[in-house]
């Protein structure tokens, strides 16, 4: 379908095809009439499908038909709620981009970074904010930021945000904006507590889904290496030298394996960097960008730090941990073998991360081809190596309250 079947107006239309886009995707043909007609909506979409202007192009639509005149000062008319820092930066580089012929201002709030320019461009005021949600709260109790006109409210990552601990926040926010209001959420996957968050916050909603559940494993050599959890340094250095070239990214869990790995590749003089919980907004921006000039050919980052990242072109992905949730693999895998490219992933699966290899099999509906070409081959029969921690059994030994609470991020 073309953007002009969609009822978008001029200036829109300008900016969509300096943008070079030719036809709108699937995500974006089934959303934005509906997000025109004001109706609350639900869409599984993941990053890639086109779904930031699914929801950005009808808000600047709406937004552009009823504009404050010029000598007022603007009042914010919608907000959209992003859990991370980075997916956050680019969904306003997309307002700015879509609306640039148009009159409305936008501007983007994370924290990590000062905050009082922030509120200078919040003084000055905005019709699109877009915000992740620790930092708005902040600027909503110092009162800079006054939530009593938004007509709609956009919950991106919807699932992740829920990851992340964000539950209680987002229903705040929610409260905090006027009762009468359009709200969009859009998740990459819809486990069953968003379902709930969307049962209590979105009235009568209609539903897009437009996952491609095989699509992206069908377009990429899957491959899998059993190996020992001892062996998957020395397995992922032997595919670097024999196997996988060109740019990499590699998955872990955590960001103690993140950190662990960047720094064993770099001692054996791979070019790598890495994105994860533990570095300002500034590092990671600048890990990305190495990666995209090709000033480091490896990019190693937790699912959560890389979630929404536009990172296209890559030659191969590894999962150096098997994702517990399943279309997490099929999410990570997606990111090569885009556009009609051929892509290669690689598996590191050790004993007790078989369980989680079967999910993913059920989800893609095929198996993946195992690698047994390899030196660090897993013994079929080995038992996962379990971890038992160390220290006091007694409940005098367990940690207090307060301690829990400086609990530190994983991600
Ligand atoms: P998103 O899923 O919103 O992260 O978008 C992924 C990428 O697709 C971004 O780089 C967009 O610029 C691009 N994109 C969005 N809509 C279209 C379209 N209709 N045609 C071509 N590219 C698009």
Redesign the pocket.
């Known amino acids: 379908m073309q953007?002009k079947d969609l009822h978008l107006n001029k200036p829109i239309l300008k900016a969509?095809s300096e943008?070079?886009?030719?036809?709108?995707?699937p995500?974006?043909e089934k959303t934005i009439p509906f997000v025109l007609d004001k109706k609350d909506l639900i869409a599984t979409?993941?990053?890639?499908?086109?779904?930031?202007?699914?929801f950005?192009l009808p808000i600047l639509q709406l937004l552009f038909d009823k504009q404050d005149s010029g000598k007022k000062v603007k009042k914010i008319k919608a907000l959209v709620i992003s859990p991370t820092r980075e997916l956050a930066i680019?969904?306003e580089e997309?307002f700015k981009?879509y609306g640039k012929y148009t009159n409305l201002k936008s501007t983007v709030l994370f924290g990590g970074t000062s905050i009082e320019p922030q509120k200078e461009i919040l003084k000055k005021g905005v019709d699109i904010l877009i915000a992740t949600p620790g930092r708005l709260l902040d600027l909503h109790k110092q009162d800079c930021v006054n939530l009593d006109y938004i007509e709609t409210l956009v919950l991106d990552e919807a699932d992740l945000m829920l990851d992340m601990g964000f539950i209680n926040d987002v229903k705040k926010i929610e409260r905090l904006c006027k009762k009468e209001k359009q709200v969009l959420l859009f998740s990459a996957t819809m486990p069953s507590k968003v379902v709930e968050l969307a049962n209590t916050i979105l009235k009568n909603p209609v539903t897009v889904d437009v996952t491609p559940k095989s699509s992206a494993a069908e377009s990429v050599n899957q491959s899998l290496y059993y190996v020992p959890k001892t062996k998957k340094m020395e397995l992922c250095l032997y595919l670097l030298r024999n196997n996988v070239k060109g740019d990499i990214l590699i998955f872990r869990r955590t960001k103690f394996g993140v950190k662990k790995l960047e720094k064993m590749l770099r001692k054996n003089g791979y070019k790598a960097d890495s994105i994860h919980g533990d570095k300002t907004q500034s590092a990671r921006e600048e890990a990305l960008n190495k990666f995209k000039n090709k000033q480091v050919s490896i990019l190693i980052a937790t699912d959560v730090a890389s979630r929404?990242i536009?990172i296209?072109n890559l030659d191969a992905v590894i999962n150096f941990d098997i994702p517990n949730v399943p279309e997490t693999y099929v999410h990570r895998i997606g990111r090569t073998g885009r556009a009609g490219n051929e892509g290669n992933s690689y598996s590191f699966c050790a004993a007790d991360e078989k369980t989680y290899i079967l999910t993913i099999e059920k989800l893609i509906g095929k198996s993946i081809p195992v690698e047994t070409e390899h030196p660090f081959l897993l013994d079929p029969n080995a038992k996962p190596e379990v971890y038992i921690k160390r220290g006091s059994n007694t409940k005098k030994g367990r940690k207090s309250a307060a301690s829990k609470k400086n609990k530190k991020r994983w991600y």
Do not use: H, R, W
Not at 19 to 25: G, H, I, M, R, V
Not at 45 to 54: H, P, S, V
């Open positions: 953007f969509i943008s070079k886009y030719e036809l709108a995707t995500v974006q979409a993941q990053t890639g499908t086109g779904k930031t202007a699914a950005a680019q969904i997309s981009t929404g536009d296209d």
